[in-house]
């Protein structure tokens, strides 16, 4: 009953904060300057006589619902948007429902990978050096990592890229397939992995620093808990007693920090998508913040509002799966 109450009350929470948030973005997109309807259909002025565009012009505003009240506007975008209508792209001429899907699927795609290989490296690496604190290489780890972390993924993509692209050609710099490409659906999967080695990299090099320090750390504190004090005491086999009992006591600082890391990710796979040219939501967040194309912009950041509050729900299940000591109930 505790759990049910509180996953309510989050829920509850969260719809509040959406539509709050719902509003703040909807006034600061409209009062940005530029004019929508003006940069759809700004190239054919000079080609047009000036009663045919301004005929033409409120035409185009009364089809994107930009001559009607700022609320009366608001209250339209975002029953529309429950609904799964998106709004109209001023800038593909298509409704954004039908340009959404394949962005989302690559961003998706890149940050699910780079979750994989970040927590792959990342939590055996902390846990070999916590067990190994002090040591030649625990400190070789705790300098790479605190490297990794601290140079921005710019530059770190600049790096591969010359590297692993231009130096050694052994990658493509951008894109999701090499053009012109036929294949099978196995030739036409690897041609896509070799896209992605790039990006994923670059992305997983400041989350596997990251992630390994907090691991460490958690760790490191831990181990120095009476009762791994008392497993040890009683026989049990380091392995039980680092991966059974202190692992699991540790994943609770570190549930925390993974989950504001993987919102984060989603929001940071801008920048590296607009580096290797990665046709995905970033990439079109990018171009719609360009054009002016406000239905897809305002689309994109309510994504992330909606990524960033199912996170907060998502920890706190998170804490109770790792501990069954926390109770929802609060």
């Not at 990592?145 to 921005?152: L, Q």
Request: contains cysteine.
């Amino acid at each position: 009953m505790g759990k049910g109450r509180y996953l309510l009350k989050r829920i509850i929470y969260i719809i509040f904060v959406f539509f709050i948030i719902s509003i703040l973005m909807f006034i600061i997109y409209k009062s940005t300057p530029g004019d929508p309807v003006e940069m759809m259909i700004g190239g054919n002025r000079t080609n047009m006589r000036p009663e045919m565009y301004e005929q033409q012009y409120k035409q185009v505003e009364e089809m994107l619902g930009l001559n009607k009240p700022l609320p009366v506007q608001y209250f339209s975008w975002i029953g529309n948007m429950l609904t799964g209508n998106f709004g109209y792209s001023t800038q593909y001429r298509r409704q954004v429902i039908d340009i959404i899907g394949s962005p989302m699927r690559n961003t998706i795609l890149l940050n699910l990978c780079s979750m994989v290989v970040v927590f792959l490296i990342s939590v055996p690496l902390g846990i070999a050096t916590a067990v190994r604190k002090n040591s030649i290489f625990d400190k070789a780890v705790q300098v790479l990592t605190i490297v990794g972390y601290s140079i921005p993924s710019f530059i770190i993509a600049l790096l591969a890229i010359f590297l692993l692209a231009i130096k050694i050609p052994i990658f493509p710099i951008s894109g999701v397939q090499t053009a012109g490409f036929q294949g099978n659906s196995f030739e036409m999967f690897l041609d896509m992995a070799k896209h992605m080695v790039l990006p994923v990299l670059v992305m997983s090099v400041g989350g596997v620093g990251g992630i390994t320090r907090y691991v460490r750390a958690a760790m490191i504190d831990a181990l120095r808990m009476d009762y791994i004090k008392t497993a040890r005491s009683k026989g049990l086999r380091e392995r039980i007693v680092i991966y059974v009992h202190a692992f699991r006591n540790a994943l609770i600082p570190v549930v925390t920090v993974t989950t504001w890391w993987i919102i984060g990710l989603f929001g940071g796979s801008v920048v590296i998508e607009s580096i290797f040219l990665w046709p995905g939501l970033g990439q079109m967040l990018l171009d719609g913040l360009m054009q002016r194309d406000f239905s897809v912009v305002l689309t994109m950041q309510m994504f992330y509002v909606v990524l960033a509050l199912a996170g907060n729900v998502i920890m706190d299940i998170a804490y109770t799966l790792v501990d069954p000591r926390v109770r929802l109930e609060n």
